[in-house]
């Protein structure tokens, strides 16, 4: 089966997850602190914290800043239900805001300025797909406003402008995503101050940690915050530094996919239409295609499959999930349902071959015939 994303791990991670074992030291130790060295360093970002999800990173972040009960935060509706879980965590209320368009499935600016009142403290932007949203337009959104940016770039790390936006950025190395620790995440923030806080909270909201008091004098600590447990390991962080090495490269291979990929369904596949026809800077996290309306998605779907070919769904909304139809009740985000009915996602990660996306095109090509004819035999 040909899968919609696999992670790239081989010889290295093997040798440096041993090295870990050898050394007897397992958490927060020296390899956790070089991971955050590097990985602030390819976001040409002073330090970052490492945490142990993107989850945890969002929580971080809104909880760093002060954001509580009775503040309204702006989220998308098109993402992973994380984000919006997020500000229930510290709370707060989460506010749906649906996409621009079909071609760019990002936040609106003008649905999020109808959506402000004078309870909006943040906005949380998701970089769907590994495409940057439009930072000077955000920018001036929230300054106007007073509101904090959040960014979860999740599906967007390696790139500089990510961290850049606002008050901090949210990055996963959950095991589909650009790189990977198996299970991990991380903060970068601009400003020190709340990069400190966050690093406190991580850490049972502990003044030092168990490295730096092996090499201090004192074995005290203080507690002067309610923190949590959301640590990085020394294995995780180990196979993050192999995998940051390679991350631009398979970033790259991803970019280079994604070119072809738009190519052949052009030509192939002219019914299907790709978000993101405008050139605009990405991580190339998925490929995601949208479906004509004379399709069923599921004949699709189990054609795909039949063929070996892995697809799924990015994403069904938030807003339409149980949880939150009971939380929030009554929104409504047309575009953002319209979009998520005919959305498919494709294969794309960097042991993909040039050959394989070809029979990917090819698949989907017959798969739709099939589900017209299917349709207007019905
Ligand atoms: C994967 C993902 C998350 C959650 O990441 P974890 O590291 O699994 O907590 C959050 N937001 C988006 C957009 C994601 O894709």
């Keep these: 089966m040909l899968l919609v994303s696999e992670p790239v791990l081989g010889v290295p991670e093997k040798a440096a997850l041993s ?36 989850t945890a990173a969002l929580h971080l972040i809104l909880h760093g800043l002060g954001i509580g009960p ?9 993402t992973f239900v994380a984000t919006v879980n997020a500000v229930l965590y510290v709370g707060a209320t ?35 797909a590994g495409y940057l949203a439009h930072k000077e337009e955000w920018q001036a959104f929230a300054s106007v406003r007073g509101l904090y940016i959040v960014e979860d770039a999740a599906h967007a790390p390696g790139l500089k402008e990510v961290g850049t936006f606002g008050a901090g950025a949210a990055f996963s190395f959950y095991g589909n995503k650009n790189m990977t620790t198996a299970e991990g995440g991380a ?10 806080t966050i690093r406190q909270a991580r850490g049972h909201g502990m003044t030092t940690g168990t490295r730096q008091r092996l090499n201090s004098r004192t074995p005290q600590y203080d507690v002067t915050m ?11 962080a180990a196979i993050g530094l192999v995998q940051l090495r390679n ?10 996919l994604v070119a072809l990929y738009r190519r052949l369904i052009a030509t192939r596949c002219p019914d299907i ?37 892995q697809t799924t769904i990015h994403y069904s909304p938030v807003h339409q999930m149980t949880l939150y139809r009971e939380r929030c009740p009554g929104v409504h985000l047309p575009r953002t349902e319209d979009f998520a009915c005919r959305e498919l996602t494709i294969p794309l990660h960097p042991q993909i071959t040039s050959p394989v996306v070809e029979a990917v095109v090819d698949a989907l090509a017959s798969a739709l015939t099939k589900s017209a004819r299917a349709g207007a035999a019905a």
């Design 94 to 128: 989460p506010v749906f805001v649906d996409i621009e368009s079909e071609d760019v499935p990002l936040m609106s600016v003008k649905d999020a300025e109808a959506r402000c009142t004078p309870r909006t403290r943040a906005v949380i932007l998701v970089h769907f």
């Design 226 to 236: 309610l923190g949590f447990n959301y640590r990085m390991d020394e294995m995780r």
């Design 19 to 54: 090295k870990v074992i050898d050394s007897g030291w397992l958490t927060m130790g020296e390899r956790v602190r070089a991971f955050e060295e590097a990985f602030a360093a390819m976001h040409g970002a002073d330090d970052c914290v490492a945490v142990n999800s993107c």
């Design 187 to 196: 903060v970068i923030s601009r400003d020190p101050e709340l990069l400190e």
């Design 273 to 309: 239409s790709m978000p993101f026809s405008e050139p605009r800077t990405s991580a190339y996290h998925i490929m995601p295609i949208l479906l004509p309306r004379y399709v069923n998605r599921q004949d699709v779907i189990d054609e795909m499959r039949a063929q070996g070919i």
């Design 70 to 78: 009775g503040d309204e935060v702006l989220v998308p509706s098109l």
């Design 247 to 256: 991350l631009q490269e398979w970033n790259d291979v991803r970019r280079i």
